[in-house]
């Protein structure tokens, strides 16, 4: 296959030598991949037949003034071309960003799983991650409330391992069957396609209403876990119980995750509305300038191992897609880390055409019995089938193995192998038997002998039938500013749905998770609050669920807005940018035009962004240095007024150093100490204030070292109209 992409050898050399440099290339799949790089600077424009063309812009015409004719063949094909660039997008998680990347395990797992990508430290597996949104269109916004998808394709030596997980570890179902109900329910409703990317509509809270096994998934739903930050700060799960089998043939059942090194970082609901306006790519874009600029996504794979006499040891049943096994309960085991290192070439055919799915594994790696898993065993192959047009897909370049393909699969569409003499079927023996069978020494996958058992029967497991034990324990796991976030989030949600029947049956179905959170929810929604709970909180928790216990000391790909305009003070932003930048942080110079500012001691200042392109819910802090004009012109700007506001109300880092302080004094931030003369740096409901000269450096490190927490709650954010 190697040559297939080589179109003449005029492009050839020269495409191999600028691949091999650069960020993040060299990697065995890049190697793969680059002679199917097409760089237009290799050569003329020609037709798909390698004809060179003399004039694109013009059709034949008979006589300048005449009709077009039938034989420009260029003309025809450049039209049919255009006309069939489309194909079907996702029917879920149509909407993604992909990245390349690396894999290496800390050590062997060789006790536990025969797979080859797990045995050595030293072995490096090039990867593709492509993240998505779940119920959007292609071209809908990314910090929509919803579900993402984290798929990662290895390209192993003993071929591809696809974990297709999402960013939260249980699901709204527990077995396939469901499906087409469920993402009918939260898609947009059928008559008018309304809303776009919105769980907030009858359809979808009708069918959780009606379908308590999605409660825990709903509970995590309305969680700030709906609302990434950054695809690089989200964790990811395979969801399902999987199995790993070693070389003795003996198995243990496993669980997935994928941790950030970033920490786990959420927006919040406003914010992530403002954003889906201001910059519907925000997700994808982050990724995307992340890696172009060598902060390279980083995540941990970690596993919870439970061996198979310990299968029934749990209150909940292992094969039940909606539970987790508390990290208390099984700790997690770090095994590996990722690394994306490289962004794609070209969307379509990397990002788009990539066909993920769960039946792609290797030796060592086995399914259970979960029922949701075993579904998608079907769907995700079916699904590729329309999607790309036929069965070469795995052929595409994204999708290729790096382990060789030998098989006598044959045609259909878009066949790329040519594959020589007459052997296509075994047995046989006009090709000597061949290709012969491997033995499970020589490599060869061998199912993992579980006994089956069983009368044939459309029924559930009495011991899937326990649906709120985890809702509650998810909801007593949360900090306080998390249930406020999610109490409002039912209230918004439910509060766009039209038929009352369903806002209150709702509230019967949270009434079993917890009574104070039904009778919140229903007090915002013109629901009579239940009188007393339907089954009682068993007041367990895990603390491990909440991401207010997850790591928070690095800034590091912070974006930061630091706001000036004519007469800023110089040393401040230097302060500012070194204390920032030391941290590995992304501060940006905003004024209200681009260009430069003059600053106060004459000099000038390039400034990054113009205030009014970008937007306070685009950054992670705001900063404003003094310098006595600069300070004025800012306090005049209402935009620049709402820049500080809107953050101050979203909780995050606020600073203002010198004169800048007058700045936060004319906004009147509701609670907040602020520096007077004589005072030290103050730091107060994170916002960092200094008047003093020869403060600035203290002040600009304490500002870094707030921005490490994300996010300040313990504010008076709701008197601001932000
Ligand atoms: Fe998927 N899912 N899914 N899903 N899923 C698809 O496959 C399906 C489920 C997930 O970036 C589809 O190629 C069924 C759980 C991701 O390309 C389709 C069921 C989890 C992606 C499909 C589930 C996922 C998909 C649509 C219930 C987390 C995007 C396009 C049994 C563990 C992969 C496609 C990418 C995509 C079916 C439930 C994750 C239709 C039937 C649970 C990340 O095959």
């Known amino acids: 296959?190697?040559?297939?992409?080589?179109?003449?050898?005029?492009?050839?050399?020269?495409?191999?030598?600028?691949?091999?440099?650069?960020?993040?290339?060299?990697?065995?799949?890049?190697r793969q991949l680059?002679?199917?790089?097409?760089?237009?600077?290799?050569?003329?424009?020609?037709?798909?037949?390698?004809?060179?063309?003399?004039?694109?812009?013009?059709?034949?015409?008979?006589?300048?003034?005449?009709?077009?004719?039938?034989?420009?063949?260029?003309?025809?094909?450049?039209?049919?071309?255009?006309?069939?660039?489309?194909?079907?997008?996702?029917?879920?998680?149509?909407?993604?960003?992909?990245?390349?990347?690396?894999?290496?395990?800390?050590?062997?797992?060789?006790?536990?799983?025969?797979?080859?990508?797990?045995?050595?430290?030293?072995?490096?597996?090039?990867?593709?991650?492509?993240?998505?949104t779940v119920a959007g269109s292609r071209g809908s916004a990314d910090t929509v409330r919803d579900v993402r998808g984290f798929a990662t394709k290895f390209y192993t030596r003993e071929g591809n391992y696809d974990l297709v997980g999402n960013n939260f570890p249980v699901f709204f179902i527990q077995d396939a069957i469901k499906f087409p109900d469920f993402v009918h329910a939260v898609k947009p409703e059928p008559h008018h396609e309304m809303p776009q990317a919105a769980s907030a509509h009858d359809t979808f809270w009708d069918f959780v209403s009606l379908q308590p096994e999605a409660t825990h998934m709903v509970m995590w739903l309305m969680s700030d876990r709906s609302l990434p930050r950054s695809y690089r700060m989200m964790q990811g799960f395979g969801v399902h119980t999987f199995r790993f089998v070693n070389a003795q043939g003996r198995g243990t059942f496993v669980k997935f995750h994928w941790r950030p090194v970033l920490g786990t970082h959420s927006l919040i609901w406003e914010e992530a509305q403002t954003i889906a306006g201001k910059d519907p790519d925000f997700n994808r874009r982050d990724l995307w300038e992340a890696i172009d600029r060598g902060d390279y996504p980083e995540f941990e794979l970690a596993v919870q191992l439970v061996p198979e006499e310990d299968e029934h040891r749990f209150d909940f049943d292992l094969l039940d897609a909606t539970k987790i096994i508390p990290e208390e309960t099984v700790p997690l085991r770090p095994i590996g880390r990722m690394v994306l290192n490289r962004n794609p070439d070209n969307f379509f055919a990397e990002t788009e055409q990539v066909a993920f799915h769960t039946a792609h594994v290797v030796p060592g790696i086995d399914f259970t019995n979960d029922p949701l898993l075993q579904g998608r065993n079907f769907s995700y192959l079916d699904t590729q089938l329309i999607r790309l047009g036929g069965p070469n897909f795995e052929q595409l370049p994204v999708n290729r193995a790096l382990a060789t393909v030998r098989n006598n699969h044959r045609d259909g569409y878009g066949q790329h192998r040519i594959h020589p003499g007459p052997g296509s079927y075994s047995p046989n023996t006009v090709a000597g038997g061949c290709p012969v069978m491997a033995s499970p020494d020589a490599g060869a996958y061998v199912h993992y002998q579980e006994r089956v058992d069983g009368a044939k029967i459309r029924k559930r497991s009495p011991s899937f039938s326990d649906h709120y034990s985890q809702a509650t324990l998810f909801w007593n796991s949360m900090a306080s500013w998390e249930r406020e976030h999610i109490v409002a989030a039912f209230r918004f949600e439910l509060g766009k749905v039209d038929r009352m029947p369903i806002r209150r049956r709702m509230v019967e179905v949270l009434n079993h998770v917890d009574h104070e959170l039904a009778r919140e929810v229903a007090a915002g929604i013109g629901v009579p609050p239940p009188a007393g709970p339907a089954t009682r909180n068993h007041g367990r928790s895990s603390p491990a669920l909440s991401m207010a216990t997850g790591p928070s000391e690095s800034i590091a790909t912070r974006k930061i807005a630091i706001l000036v305009a004519d007469g800023v003070a110089e040393a401040d932003v230097s302060a500012l940018r070194s204390a920032l930048a030391a941290g590995g942080a992304t501060p940006e110079v905003l004024a209200a035009h681009d260009g430069e500012v003059r600053t106060e001691d004459g000099g000038s200042l390039p400034v990054d962004r113009a205030m009014p392109t970008m937007a306070s819910v685009l950054y992670d802090a705001v900063c404003v240095p003094g310098g006595a004009d600069s300070a004025r012109a800012l306090a005049a700007d209402g935009l620049a007024g709402h820049y500080v506001t809107e953050a101050f109300k979203h909780g995050k880092a606020v600073?203002?150093?010198?004169?800048?302080?007058?700045?936060?004094?004319?906004?009147?931030?509701?609670?907040?100490r602020l520096a007077e003369e004589g005072d030290d740096v103050v730091d107060d409901h994170g916002v960092i204030t200094t008047v003093d000269a020869g403060r600035e450096h203290g002040a600009a490190e304490s500002f870094a070292g707030i921005i490490a927490f994300h996010r300040h709650w313990d504010r008076d954010r709701d008197r601001v109209p932000a």
């Open 1 to 30: 296959m190697a040559a297939d992409g080589a179109q003449g050898p005029e492009q050839d050399g020269q495409r191999r030598d600028e691949g091999a440099g650069g960020k993040g290339r060299g990697d065995a799949k890049d």
């Open 34 to 132: 680059e002679p199917l790089r097409d760089r237009p600077e290799d050569g003329p424009l020609t037709t798909d037949f390698g004809t060179r063309v003399d004039d694109t812009d013009n059709a034949l015409h008979a006589g300048e003034r005449g009709p077009t004719l039938m034989e420009d063949f260029h003309f025809r094909e450049k039209i049919t071309r255009f006309d069939h660039e489309r194909i079907p997008e996702r029917v879920v998680h149509a909407r993604g960003a992909g990245a390349y990347g690396v894999f290496r395990p800390y050590e062997s797992l060789a006790e536990f799983t025969r797979a080859d990508f797990l045995q050595d430290p030293d072995r490096e597996t090039p990867v593709f991650v492509r993240f998505s």
């Open 655 to 672: 600073a203002a150093l010198g004169a800048g302080v007058a700045v936060l004094r004319g906004l009147g931030l509701p609670g907040v």
